[in-house]
């Protein structure tokens, strides 16, 4: 029995083919379809981030594994070039922490009960770079004050921060690209840094 990823992976070559995979790509569907074809030929996770349709998807030789519906999405700087980039550098103001095992700890047996990290100890708030100059500031919509807190304080970075990494960036003559995902709950926040690893690639549409 064939796997089930090459009925996908055979209709994206044959649209591709049909697209003129091989020539000069200008138009940004195209563009895409380049992108994807690169990672869906390669084993392993990939992202996808359809920001135009408001939607990020997690993928695997171009199978749809998992689903996220943005609410909302706003960019500043340069635009995102259409081509794979990868995840460098997740940030949080309280990122997850692992128990650390101290000598002496362990039970009467010599065992140590070890904690793994669950979804809900990630965090809702977070940055995500990427290789390519580009920050991804993603967060849950508000609900509540204290949603609607952090949800000010990520406003003030946008208006106050931003502007200030432009023009260092531009002085250091770097592309520098931000853009804000905002996700329909804490759960969804928390499972997509859950999922997203640092180099996993990703395409930015």
């Given at each position: ?5 090459i009925?996908v992976?055979?209709l994206l070559?044959a ?8 020539s ?5 569907g ?5 992108a994807?074809l690169a ?5 392993g ?7 135009k ?5 997690l ?8 689903e996220?519906?943005?609410k909302r ?9 259409v ?7 997740k940030?949080?103001?309280l990122?997850?922490?692992?128990e650390?095992?101290?000598p ?7 065992a140590y ?10 965090p809702?708030y977070?940055?995500l770079?990427?290789?390519?100059g580009?920050?991804?500031y993603?967060?849950p919509?508000?609900?509540?004050w ?12 946008w208006h106050v ?9 531009s002085?250091r003559?770097?592309?520098f ?9 804490k ?5 997509l840094?859950?999922a997203?690893?640092?180099?996993m690639?990703c395409?930015i549409?």
């Amino acid at each position: 029995m064939l796997p089930k990823w090459i009925p996908v992976f055979t209709l994206l070559v044959a649209v591709a083919n049909i697209l003129g995979y091989d020539s000069v790509l200008d138009d940004p569907g195209k563009l895409f379809l380049e992108a994807e074809l690169a990672l869906a030929r390669k084993p392993g996770l990939y992202f996808i981030f359809d920001l135009k349709d408001k939607r990020i998807s997690l993928k695997a030789r171009g199978i749809l594994l998992q689903e996220w519906e943005v609410k909302r999405v706003r960019y500043w700087g340069n635009p995102a070039a259409v081509k794979p980039t990868a995840l460098a550098e997740k940030t949080a103001l309280l990122p997850p922490k692992r128990e650390r095992i101290e000598p002496g700890c362990s039970d009467e047996n010599g065992a140590y009960e070890l904690k793994a990290l669950e979804l809900d100890d990630m965090p809702s708030y977070y940055t995500l770079s990427l290789t390519e100059g580009i920050l991804l500031y993603v967060r849950p919509q508000a609900r509540g004050w204290i949603s609607s807190f952090f949800a000010a304080l990520y406003t003030l970075r946008w208006h106050v921060f931003l502007p200030l990494k432009t023009v260092w960036s531009s002085i250091r003559k770097k592309p520098f690209a931000s853009i804000e995902i905002v996700l329909k709950d804490k759960r969804e926040s928390r499972a997509l840094f859950w999922a997203f690893t640092e180099g996993m690639p990703c395409i930015i549409s």
